[in-house]
């Protein structure tokens, strides 16, 4: 029989597929349990926008909408994005989730011989996206588990084509300041793209942060992203976005699948944009989840990261995977990390308070049994 791994390409043959958060219904049916919390995806614990859960509903009175292809275009997202942020709406291009957009950059500007640069410790679908295509990842290595962005300048070369950046960083929670990023930009030639990542910059209350928006007038080069999985709850819709020069934007326009969103987040992530009092809320409580984790960890004699995210980046100084294991049969899922070069950190997302409360609990018993790091 054929060895299909032969004919499969290059990139291709040796790459790992993504491993995303375990679903709560699989662990339900693996082990019987009846309460189980799920704390490994990043995803907002209060649910979608009430904005966007109305556009849907709305939109369901009419049925024969699901039959229609959406709009392949995203007029009407693309002009509420534009509205809210100032652009026109030739610098936007929708995606899939904005893992869609990554991987348009990818497929869009990346081949055989060039090279993609992301940090250590960086989301994992900037390697794969980059070896799917057939280049070659550069990894940068981290500083303090974050971005080094002067290594990651240093790290150019002639074949360098796009440098991908994630501020906040998954699975870290770690970011980096404007003036950095402004230093960074005056390093990198402006033939190379730079995509900064932004995935959970809604949930970031420093008004000092860099904001990519913001920004994105000073650089040809700059192609921001964001999504609607995080802080506006849309994370099963599959919906985000990015930013960048019109002529950018038209050549990801020309990879892109013709409906690739599909007519349920397109209205959905409508509403979620201009949902401001949802997004304060997801904030609120993931600022007070943060400092009721800060209170369990020093309880526990564990430290996490420094995280502008919606998750924590847990040091349990110890391997994880059977902390992984024994949190699973206490009904609790959190993310191991040992993927991104992380065995001994388990990310665990903010929850509610009570989810919170379950999973800390659970912690303590596990490691009651398990004993302290030898
Ligand atoms: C979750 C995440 C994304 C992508 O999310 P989508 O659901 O595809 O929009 C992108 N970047 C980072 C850093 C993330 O953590």
């Known amino acids: 029989m054929t060895d299909f791994i032969k004919q499969a390409n290059t990139g291709v043959r040796t790459l790992a597929p993504y491993q995303p958060g375990k679903p709560i219904d699989e662990l339900q049916r693996e082990l019987g349990l009846t309460r189980v919390v799920k704390l490994a995806s990043n995803e907002n614990p209060l649910g979608p926008s009430p904005l966007a859960l109305q556009a849907i509903t709305t939109m369901l009175t009419n049925p024969l909408e699901l039959a229609r292809y959406p709009d392949g275009n995203g007029f009407v997202l693309k002009a509420a994005i534009a509205q809210r942020f100032k652009l026109s709406a030739d610098q936007i291009v929708l995606g899939n989730g904005s893992n869609d957009v990554l991987e ?8 055989a011989g060039d090279e993609a640069i992301y940090a250590q410790h960086a ?15 550069v990894c940068v290595p981290a ?8 290594a990651m300048a240093a790290a150019i070369t002639e074949r360098t084509k796009v440098i991908f950046l994630a501020n906040p960083n998954n699975p870290t929670g770690t970011w980096f300041e404007a003036d950095e990023f402004a230093r960074f930009m005056q390093q990198v030639p402006s033939h190379i793209i730079v ?24 650089y040809s080069n700059l192609v921001v992203s964001r999504t609607f999985a995080k802080a506006y709850g849309l994370a099963s ?11 950018i934007i038209n050549i990801l326009n020309r990879v892109r699948q013709p409906f690739n969103v599909n007519s349920l987040a397109l209205v959905a992530a409508a509403a979620a944009l201009n949902d401001d009092d949802f997004v304060r809320r997801s904030r609120a409580l993931n600022d007070k989840g943060h400092q009721q984790w800060q209170a369990y960890l020093v309880d526990l004699g564990l430290s996490a990261l420094p995280s502008r ?9 110890q391997a994880t995977a059977p902390i992984f294991d024994a949190l699973l049969r206490e009904g609790v899922i959190v993310r191991p990390v040992a993927n991104y070069g992380l065995p001994n950190h388990l990310r665990i997302s903010i929850g509610l308070t009570e989810e919170n409360a379950f999973a800390a609990e659970a912690i303590k018993r596990v490691l009651a049994v398990i004993g302290a790091p030898r």
């Open 104 to 111: 348009l950059v990818a497929r869009a500007f990346l081949s």
């Open 195 to 218: 995509l900064l990542d932004e995935a959970y910059g809604e949930f970031v209350s420093d008004p000092d942060a860099l904001d990519g928006l913001s920004v994105l007038s000073q």
């Open 309 to 317: 995210g919606n998750f924590i980046c847990v040091d349990f100084k």
């Open 143 to 150: 500083k303090n588990f974050g971005h080094d962005l002067v």
């Open 237 to 247: 819709l599959r919906v985000g976005y990015a930013v960048a020069s019109d002529v």
């Open 123 to 137: 989301f994992a679908v900037y390697p794969i996206a980059t070896q799917a295509a057939g280049a070659t990842g």
